[in-house]
């Protein structure tokens, strides 16, 4: 449990130090992001493959095939259903729609991208308090040394976008540090989870994997894609692949 606190806090912590960074260099040039971000991918890509959606058909049994693939796509539509469940979030910014429409709007936009990496942050965090449950340990670190690395690019995005839209720097911290509370919750509960049963270890396992796989596809490529880096972003995902991969095979 020692390892699963300290791990909680090394994932969620990686977020905020992101944060602070991005406060530090409020203008990150569209390259240095997609760089980053692309590298990120192929960390999260290797780990959830390697770390969560393997060992989810090595424990599932009799079944493991079909009860993997039902994890992955009931992970991926639970964060489809999420997203599409954002609310209105101008207010939280402070500002007032009414007075200011405009930056309300980008406030508001704004905030759904950042509500967006809090609520991916959660099944992120799950996928690293799940890895304990297979007790091996080097692997479980592995998952979530790949999910820290990708969050300290996440939480230096977010700052830049919500200073510029008009929100005070007090708030626009409170928000980044709340992303990595959200990913130590995340931790403790997917591993209290499978703790209370291992029985339904695979399942989540391959619903952590088919979380992140989806952040993956249908947040980090289109965005890493978006601004014309693909060529860098596409071997930077693929060194970031690659390095999880050895780190995989020298620590498994």
């Given at each position: 449990?020692?390892?699963?606190?300290?791990?909680?806090?090394?994932v969620g912590g990686a977020t905020m130090i992101g944060?602070?960074?991005?406060?530090?260099?409020?203008?990150?040039?569209?390259?240095?992001?997609?760089?980053?971000?692309?590298?990120?991918?192929?960390?999260?890509?290797?780990?959830?493959?390697?770390?969560?959606?393997?060992?989810?058909?090595?424990?599932?049994?009799?079944?493991?095939?079909?009860?993997?693939?039902?994890?992955?796509?009931?992970?991926?539509?639970?964060?489809?259903?999420?997203?599409?469940?954002?609310?209105?979030?101008?207010?939280?910014?402070?500002?007032?729609?009414?007075?200011?429409?405009?930056?309300?709007?980008?406030?508001?936009?704004?905030?759904?991208?950042?509500?967006?990496?809090?609520?991916?942050?959660?099944?992120?965090?799950?996928?690293?308090?799940?890895?304990?449950?297979?007790?091996?340990?080097?692997?479980?670190?592995?998952?979530?040394?790949?999910?820290?690395?990708?969050?300290?690019?996440?939480?230096?995005?977010?700052i830049g976008p919500m200073l510029a839209s008009g929100?005070?720097?007090?708030?626009?911290?409170?928000?980044?540090?709340?992303?990595?509370?959200?990913?130590?919750?995340?931790?403790?509960?997917?591993?209290?989870?499978?703790?209370?049963?291992?029985?339904?270890?695979?399942?989540?396992?391959?619903?952590?994997?088919?979380?992140?796989?989806?952040?993956?596809?249908?947040?980090?490529?289109?965005?890493?894609?978006?601004?014309?880096?693909?060529?860098?972003?596409?071997?930077?995902?693929?060194i970031g692949f690659c390095l999880m991969l050895l780190?995989?095979?020298?620590?498994?």
């Amino acid at each position: 449990m020692y390892m699963v606190l300290l791990t909680a806090l090394g994932v969620g912590g990686a977020t905020m130090i992101g944060a602070l960074l991005g406060f530090a260099f409020k203008k990150i040039s569209h390259k240095f992001s997609d760089i980053v971000l692309s590298f990120a991918a192929g960390v999260m890509l290797a780990a959830a493959v390697i770390g969560l959606i393997m060992p989810s058909l090595e424990y599932g049994g009799r079944l493991s095939i079909l009860v993997t693939v039902a994890g992955i796509f009931c992970g991926a539509v639970c964060l489809n259903l999420l997203d599409k469940l954002v609310p209105h979030l101008h207010n939280l910014a402070g500002l007032d729609g009414e007075a200011h429409p405009e930056k309300a709007a980008q406030a508001n936009k704004v905030l759904l991208f950042v509500m967006a990496i809090a609520i991916h942050n959660f099944p992120e965090g799950v996928a690293a308090g799940v890895g304990f449950g297979t007790e091996n340990t080097a692997e479980a670190i592995v998952i979530a040394m790949g999910i820290a690395l990708q969050n300290i690019p996440e939480g230096m995005v977010i700052i830049g976008p919500m200073l510029a839209s008009g929100m005070s720097k007090k708030r626009t911290l409170m928000c980044g540090l709340a992303t990595g509370l959200v990913e130590v919750l995340g931790t403790l509960f997917g591993y209290l989870a499978v703790s209370v049963s291992s029985a339904i270890l695979p399942f989540a396992l391959a619903f952590a994997g088919g979380t992140m796989l989806y952040v993956i596809s249908d947040e980090m490529i289109p965005e890493t894609h978006a601004h014309g880096e693909q060529r860098g972003a596409t071997y930077a995902l693929l060194i970031g692949f690659c390095l999880m991969l050895l780190t995989d095979f020298y620590l498994g």
